[in-house]
């Protein structure tokens, strides 16, 4: 680990040629593996660190090992061609240009190419071989291909959670269930990207995008294997003969690893015991090391995802991308453990979005100032808008103007719905389970319609539903119950910002895992007849009825296994559900969530919610996580708005 910037490049070129054969060690063991020979290995000419490069230092991150077991054999990679792209949008790409060296530029293969490929049909063919770069020059194009790595993402999950279920309920062994999804979704076709070997960003990908499992990389064409740090396009299938790398996930595993964010020292792969980080045999100049090296040479720009560790991500550990580095010099020399080491000093392109890890260090740090009710960094106007109505403290920043209206309107933290007419009947609603969690002769439960739990043992939701019945005040069960997942607080710290795309809009501090319960929409309930009709873009009123139904998306695995022989997910059968028959006044009361902002491509939808004794007529508008949501993440929900405009 840096604990200081590295020091600026020296005035004469560098060394032009990797040492590859070390000076002989008497002492030392002999590596088992070859190193390559040098009629392999061309002149080098690093890429110079300019002072525009060098003057983007940050604070020094903390990555953490990335423990993962051995994946061989887990996963079973098919060579099946994977049609992503529906045949009606085309995927213009291009052949990526490498930068010239000394010994000539490379020449491009290709001319500019249009690629598509049809969804209905998964042919069964190698994977495509064409080296290209993505352009997606419209706004249209980036709501196509977000929306379709939000498919893929909703699909893994959904697998994940069906495996992990199966697992609990059968008391077997711990199984890799997210590898089983992805190998479901690969073998289906549902791998995104699988025709061309894309260098660059991915589109649909955002800088910042948080990741809680790495083979979810592979299925969204971030990185190519569930397993080596570096993933690259083989020799073959490069013009020069040369292995190229395109993505590396960097976890601080290394002994010689530095990063300080914007500069990031990475050590090749192998010669390393599993979970040491000390290396006990020399590294070879081969494989995935090798393509990191040519990447320097060629000037290849390469996409880094760090790996955390962070206790609120299922696994343990949350893989973040941070956009586009290139490698500006390779070496290879002894190490801190004195065996021999390949070292990449690679550098963050430029005029790309704030990097995805420093957002996070950003966030802890507000956290723990709220928790030590210390001063906030300049720009908030308010240390809490809800003035402890909520769990957590609601802060509020604006560092584009002076506006603070906001601060005017009272905050109310739940909706006072009225009481259900008959208090007779109010007496027979309510489960008498005197447990915790409610089983499946739960009342409650019953009433949503059976096949399992409505939420996991996490709290986050199983499967989306057109209403959720929850145990209630008139139920017998604690507060503890499995089946209370959203009446106990928000458990994400949030705060309202001012934006200049969406004047106010609400972000989150926190990582939030997809299916968790973010918060409740809040106002003044106004009871209506099926003849009223209220515009929900005026920005004072909210209608449930004018949501659109994504929490048909949330679960949903039928892509993976529509036909699939081995499908014991039994088929959901849900209740009727008579629509809402209110609206939300938030012209005088109002909480956050009034400050979601619209979009195309959520990343939360809203559930309804009825508890035990309330009246069905109003459910509660719960807001849930559809996508991971890393911190400093805006938070955004389908309003079911029709211009096209918003939408872009």
Same mark, same amino acid.
């Given at each position: 680990?840096?604990? *200081?910037?590295?020091?600026?490049?020296?005035?004469?070129?560098?060394?032009?040629?990797?040492?590859?054969?070390?000076?002989?060690?008497?002492?030392?063991?002999?590596?088992?593996?070859?190193?390559?020979?040098?009629?392999?290995?061309?002149?080098?000419?690093?890429?110079?660190?300019?002072?525009?490069?060098?003057?983007?230092?940050?604070?020094?991150?903390?990555? *953490?090992?990335?423990?993962?077991?051995?994946?061989?054999?887990?996963?079973? #990679?098919?060579?099946?061609?994977?049609?992503?792209?529906?045949?009606?949008?085309?995927?213009?790409?291009?052949?990526?240009?490498?930068?010239?060296?000394?010994?000539?530029?490379?020449?491009? %293969?290709?001319?500019?190419?249009?690629?598509?490929?049809?969804?209905?049909?998964?042919?069964?063919?190698?994977?495509?071989?064409?080296?290209?770069?993505? =352009?997606?020059?419209?706004?249209?194009?980036?709501?196509? #291909?977000?929306?379709?790595?939000?498919?893929?993402?909703?699909?893994?999950?959904?697998?994940?959670?069906?495996?992990?279920?199966?697992?609990?309920?059968?008391?077997?062994?711990?199984?890799?269930?997210?590898?089983?999804?992805?190998?479901?979704?690969?073998?289906?076709?549902?791998?995104?990207?699988?025709?061309?070997?894309?260098?660059?960003?991915?589109?649909?990908?955002?800088?910042?995008?948080?990741?809680?499992?790495?083979?979810?990389?592979?299925?969204?064409?971030?990185? +190519?294997?569930?397993?080596?740090?570096?993933?690259?396009?083989?020799?073959?299938?490069?013009?020069?003969?040369?292995?190229?790398?395109?993505?590396?996930?960097?976890?601080?595993?290394?002994?010689?690893?530095?990063?300080?964010?914007?500069?990031?020292?990475?050590?090749?792969?192998?010669?390393?015991?599993?979970?040491?980080?000390?290396?006990?045999?020399?590294?070879?100049?081969?494989?995935?090391?090798?393509?990191?090296?040519?990447?320097?040479?060629?000037?290849?720009?390469?996409?880094?995802?760090?790996?955390?560790?962070?206790?609120?991500?299922?696994?343990?550990? &949350?893989?973040?991308?941070?956009?586009?580095?290139?490698?500006? *010099?390779?070496?290879?020399?002894?190490?801190?453990?004195?065996?021999?080491?390949?070292?990449?000093?690679?550098?963050?392109?430029?005029?790309?979005?704030?990097?995805?890890?420093? =957002?996070?260090?950003?966030?802890?740090?507000?956290?723990?100032?709220?928790?030590?009710?210390? %001063?906030?960094?300049?720009?908030?106007?308010?240390?809490?808008?809800? =003035?402890?109505?909520?769990?957590?403290?609601?802060?509020?920043? =604006?560092?584009?103007?002076?506006?603070?209206?906001?601060? !005017? #309107? !009272? $905050?109310?933290?739940?909706?006072?719905?009225?009481?259900?007419?008959?208090?007779?009947?109010?007496?027979?609603?309510?489960?008498?389970?005197?447990?915790?969690? +409610?089983?499946?002769?739960?009342?409650?439960?019953?009433?949503?319609?059976?096949?399992?739990?409505?939420?996991?043992?996490?709290?986050?939701?199983?499967?989306?539903?057109?209403?959720?019945?929850?145990?209630?005040?008139?139920?017998?069960?604690?507060?503890?119950?499995?089946?209370?997942?959203?009446? /106990?607080?928000?458990?994400?710290?949030?705060?309202?910002? /001012?934006?200049?795309?969406?004047?106010?809009?609400?972000?989150?501090?926190?990582?939030?895992?997809?299916? %968790?319960?973010?918060?409740?929409?809040?106002?003044?309930?106004? &009871?209506?007849?099926?003849? +009223?009709?209220?515009?929900?873009?005026?920005?004072? &009123?909210?209608?449930?009825?004018?949501?659109?139904? /994504?929490?048909?998306?949330?679960?949903?695995?039928?892509?993976?296994?529509?036909?699939?022989?081995?499908? /014991?997910?039994?088929?959901?059968? #849900?209740?009727?559900?008579?629509?809402?028959?209110?609206?939300?006044?938030?012209?005088?009361?109002?909480?956050?969530?009034? $400050?979601?902002?619209?979009? +195309?491509?959520?990343?939360?939808?809203?559930? $309804?919610?009825?508890?035990?004794?309330?009246?069905?007529?109003?459910?509660?508008?719960?807001?849930?996580?559809?996508?991971?949501?890393?911190?400093?993440?805006?938070?955004?929900?389908?309003?079911?708005? !029709?211009?096209?405009?918003?939408?872009?």
């Amino acid at each position: 680990m840096a604990s *200081s910037p590295p020091p600026p490049p020296p005035p004469h070129p560098l060394p032009t040629q990797i040492p590859l054969t070390p000076k002989p060690d008497p002492d030392a063991p002999q590596s088992p593996s070859p190193v390559p020979s040098t009629s392999l290995i061309p002149k080098l000419e690093p890429i110079a660190l300019t002072p525009e490069l060098c003057d983007v230092y940050r604070r020094e991150l903390e990555p *953490s090992p990335d423990g993962h077991p051995d994946l061989t054999g887990h996963l079973h #990679f098919t060579q099946h061609q994977i049609d992503a792209v529906p045949a009606d949008h085309r995927l213009v790409v291009s052949n990526p240009q490498p930068e010239p060296n000394p010994q000539g530029s490379i020449p491009p %293969a290709h001319s500019d190419t249009s690629v598509s490929s049809s969804s209905s049909t998964a042919k069964k063919r190698a994977r495509g071989g064409e080296m290209v770069r993505v =352009n997606t020059v419209t706004p249209q194009d980036h709501i196509h #291909f977000r929306s379709l790595v939000r498919r893929a993402r909703l699909t893994f999950e959904a697998l994940r959670g069906i495996y992990q279920r199966e697992e609990s309920y059968d008391g077997g062994p711990r199984n890799r269930f997210d590898l089983r999804a992805s190998s479901k979704m690969l073998s289906r076709g549902l791998w995104l990207y699988r025709d061309v070997r894309i260098v660059g960003p991915i589109p649909g990908v955002l800088v910042g995008d948080a990741f809680h499992y790495r083979a979810e990389l592979c299925v969204v064409g971030l990185h +190519c294997t569930p397993q080596a740090g570096i993933g690259y396009i083989p020799a073959s299938l490069v013009s020069e003969g040369h292995p190229v790398a395109t993505s590396i996930v960097s976890s601080g595993g290394y002994l010689d690893d530095e990063d300080n964010g914007q500069v990031l020292v990475y050590s090749g792969s192998g010669g390393r015991q599993r979970n040491r980080v000390e290396h006990h045999a020399d590294q070879t100049l081969e494989r995935g090391n090798l393509a990191l090296h040519y990447s320097c040479h060629y000037g290849v720009e390469v996409r880094v995802i760090r790996c955390h560790a962070c206790d609120s991500s299922p696994s343990r550990k &949350v893989y973040v991308y941070d956009g586009l580095y290139k490698a500006v *010099s390779s070496t290879y020399e002894p190490g801190k453990s004195g065996r021999h080491v390949c070292k990449y000093t690679l550098v963050r392109i430029p005029g790309q979005e704030e990097l995805g890890s420093s =957002n996070w260090c950003l966030a802890k740090d507000i956290k723990d100032k709220l928790l030590a009710n210390q %001063a906030l960094p300049p720009g908030y106007i308010s240390p809490d808008l809800s =003035n402890g109505r909520e769990v957590l403290r609601v802060p509020v920043f =604006n560092g584009v103007d002076h506006e603070s209206s906001l601060l !005017d #309107f !009272d $905050y109310i933290a739940r909706p006072e719905f009225p009481l259900p007419l008959s208090r007779v009947k109010q007496q027979h609603w309510g489960c008498h389970c005197v447990t915790s969690p +409610c089983g499946p002769e739960c009342g409650c439960v019953i009433k949503n319609g059976g096949g399992g739990p409505v939420y996991n043992e996490d709290g986050t939701l199983v499967r989306g539903r057109p209403v959720v019945y929850e145990c209630g005040a008139l139920c017998g069960c604690p507060m503890s119950c499995g089946n209370r997942a959203t009446q /106990r607080g928000m458990k994400h710290t949030l705060e309202v910002f /001012r934006s200049m795309e969406t004047e106010w809009g609400a972000r989150t501090l926190d990582l939030i895992q997809p299916g %968790a319960f973010v918060c409740e929409y809040s106002g003044d309930v106004v &009871v209506t007849t099926g003849e +009223c009709e209220f515009a929900m873009d005026e920005g004072s &009123v909210i209608d449930p009825k004018r949501f659109p139904k /994504r929490w048909t998306e949330w679960g949903d695995a039928s892509p993976a296994l529509v036909g699939d022989d081995d499908d /014991r997910v039994p088929r959901p059968q #849900f209740p009727h559900f008579q629509e809402p028959g209110y609206v939300l006044d938030v012209s005088r009361r109002r909480n956050l969530a009034s $400050y979601i902002s619209h979009s +195309c491509t959520p990343n939360v939808f809203v559930q $309804y919610v009825v508890r035990g004794g309330e009246n069905e007529s109003c459910p509660h508008l719960m807001v849930f996580a559809m996508d991971a949501i890393p911190p400093m993440r805006e938070l955004s929900i389908d309003y079911g708005m !029709d211009d096209q405009q918003i939408c872009a």
